[in-house]
């Protein structure tokens, strides 16, 4: 299958260290992340995800299977063309846009001070992860990836879509590598 605006693009990477991104992306007792970063396929080739900047690039020459250890993109099933551009539309109109620093260290300090409970991060913090961006422009569309937008990390979107029993159904995996 070839990629569609709106797929969802889950990166394990492993070239970072461990005990950096496990208190930040898990709770007490909860295993170790799968993945890393995400972000949303705007196009066939093209995918919007949060750096230093909200980028919108190629994402074949960006991700090369042979320069990553795994990657899966998702679709969910069921998706209009109109539902799709909605979501392709509200990740682009976040192209720009700098990273999201302050959710990322509230949701580690919600993480290792406050054992995963959203306390710290809020709604109101305006800038975006790789995760929230994705989990926004889905809700934009009317889904969600069962936390709030400005909550989810990339694990929760990895959770959604491959662990959870009652929505694993809802997604094909349309890649791995």
């Given at each position: 299958?070839?990629?569609?605006?709106?797929?969802?693009?889950m990166?394990?990477?492993?070239?970072?260290?461990?005990?950096?991104?496990?208190?930040?992306?898990?709770?007490?007792?909860?295993?170790?992340?799968?993945?890393?970063?995400?972000?949303?396929?705007?196009?066939?080739?093209?995918?919007?995800?949060?750096?230093?900047?909200v980028?919108?690039?190629?994402f074949?020459?960006?991700?090369?299977p042979?320069?990553?250890?795994?990657?899966?993109?998702?679709?969910?099933?069921?998706?209009?063309a109109?539902?799709?551009?909605?979501?392709?539309?509200?990740?682009?109109?976040?192209?720009?846009?700098?990273?999201?620093?302050?959710?990322?260290?509230?949701?580690g300090?919600?993480?290792?001070?406050?054992?995963?409970?959203?306390?710290?991060?809020?709604?109101?913090?305006?800038?975006?992860?790789?995760?929230?961006?994705?989990?926004?422009?889905y809700?934009?569309?009317?889904?969600?990836?069962?936390?709030?937008?400005?909550?989810?990390?990339?694990?929760d979107?990895?959770?959604?879509?491959?662990e959870?029993?009652?929505?694993?159904?809802?997604?094909?995996?349309?890649?791995?590598?």
């Amino acid at each position: 299958m070839e990629a569609m605006a709106a797929d969802v693009f889950m990166l394990a990477d492993y070239r970072l260290p461990w005990w950096i991104l496990a208190p930040v992306m898990r709770a007490p007792g909860e295993p170790l992340p799968v993945v890393h970063h995400t972000g949303v396929l705007v196009s066939g080739t093209d995918i919007v995800e949060a750096r230093l900047l909200v980028l919108r690039h190629n994402f074949l020459q960006t991700y090369p299977p042979s320069r990553w250890k795994r990657i899966w993109v998702a679709r969910r099933k069921g998706l209009s063309a109109e539902q799709r551009q909605v979501i392709a539309r509200a990740a682009m109109d976040l192209v720009g846009q700098i990273y999201g620093i302050p959710r990322l260290l509230a949701h580690g300090i919600d993480d290792i001070i406050f054992g995963h409970r959203r306390i710290i991060r809020k709604p109101t913090l305006g800038l975006h992860i790789c995760s929230s961006l994705v989990a926004w422009a889905y809700e934009q569309a009317g889904f969600d990836f069962g936390v709030p937008s400005w909550a989810a990390d990339p694990y929760d979107i990895w959770d959604y879509i491959m662990e959870n029993p009652a929505t694993r159904t809802q997604w094909d995996i349309i890649a791995r590598y």
